[in-house]
């Protein structure tokens, strides 16, 4: 093999948890293990379905169809509300048992996440570092992994797909395409229900038959930015593993419907600021050493008030914190209404050369309020409340304007 060759051959891992919210479920009660069990609320409730154990699934059940269709698929099943809280726990504690084997970890949720592997030293076989790292994860935890390894991320992230419950596929370089081939068109992330049935109207239902199709054709259905979902399907996949992308906003601003002079609503709105400007300094892998708060009165007098510290940061408490004080000392005495409230955090630094990074409290927090902010990305911001934002949920829900 060619020098070339071989540095571009990568070795990346997708490693999910099988029905992690019902998993936990029964880690935590082991009653409910080999059992239908169902998170998402009370079957005679709106909500859908979170997780169905596979037991519940051979019925039917899947996510997001509606728990009241659950229970008429499989009345036996046992309904759960769920608690984010603990999922969150045992995430941390699986990407704990992740980074043990690389830095180079991608999180795609509470429970996956791409591992870049290339170059790293591996005495036995990938398969057999696989194997490890499922047993580690069960031991610790008790939740079951299922592993997908490949040359590039979209192949593992099918191969673990393909392997569940507790599997573990390998895809060897040059075998992409043909492991995809037979495949439904649907299991290539990226293809949801609406082009499943597109694809089904041209007549192609098979990944293998999406990477065939002629360029000309491809493009006078699909616009350009989709030229990546062709080359997905024949394997190709040059995405890197990395974490976090770039930010593009770094202040928060709302203006009441009415004005206010409710200290705990002030700061109700803040401790939402803080949580969006962490994610998004997370997020994009900075922090920030000035936090700036902006207050509008009634009688449209505009002041900002900046705190500065040596310590740069990316927590949702420490900014909190930052602007509970300048609100304090802004506010004064002072009795005239609020109109407009805003925050900004601003002085980036990179995170990765801060001290902080290597205190170990700090590192947790920013997992967990990671952790937290994968779960607001993909079922949405009130998916997790802190007891701040639930109170402003409760007070206001619905008439503030955030931008
Ligand atoms: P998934 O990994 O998609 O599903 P899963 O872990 O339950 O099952 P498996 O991986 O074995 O197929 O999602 C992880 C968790 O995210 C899931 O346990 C619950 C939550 N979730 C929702 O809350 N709503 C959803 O629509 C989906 C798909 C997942
Ligand atoms: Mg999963």
Known sequence: MLETEKRAARTIFHIDLDAF??????????????????VGGR???RGVVAAASYEARKFGVHAAIPLARAKRLCPQAIFLTGNYRKYVEFSLKFMDILGDYTPSIQPGGLDEAYLDLTGCENFGSWRNLALKIKGRIK??????ASAGIAPCKVVAKVASDLSKPDGLIEVLPGQEQGFL??????????????????LKTMGIQTIGQLADMPQGLFKSRFNEGMVWLQQHARGIDDSPVEAYGEAKS???????????LDRAFLKGNLRYFAEKLGAELRDSDKKARTVTLKL?????ET?????SSREATNLDDTIFQSALRLLESALGKKYKPVRLIGL???????????LSLFDAEAKRLEQLDRAIDQVRDKYGFDAIQTGYTLELKQRYEGKTRDR
């Not at 439904?184 to 990226?190: A, C, E, F, N, T």
């Not at 900004?344 to 801060?354: H, K, L, P, R």
Request: aromatic content about 6%; hydrophobic content about 30%; glycine content about 8%.
């Open 296 to 300: 509008r009165y009634t009688d449209f």
């Open 43 to 45: 079957p005679e409730g």
């Open 139 to 144: 031991q610790e935890t008790g939740l079951v």
């Open 344 to 354: 900004e955090v601003s002085n980036f630094t990179a995170g990765e050369t801060q």
């Open 303 to 307: 002041i900002n008030r900046s705190t």
């Open 21 to 38: 919210f019902v998993s936990v479920e029964q880690v935590l009660n082991p009653a409910l293990q080999s059992k239908p069990v169902i």
């Open 250 to 260: 770094i202040s928060r601003e709302t203006t009441f419907e009415k004005d206010s």
């Open 181 to 198: 081939a037979p495949l439904p068109v649907q299991k290539l992330p990226g293809v949801g229900d609406k082009t499943g049935k597109m």
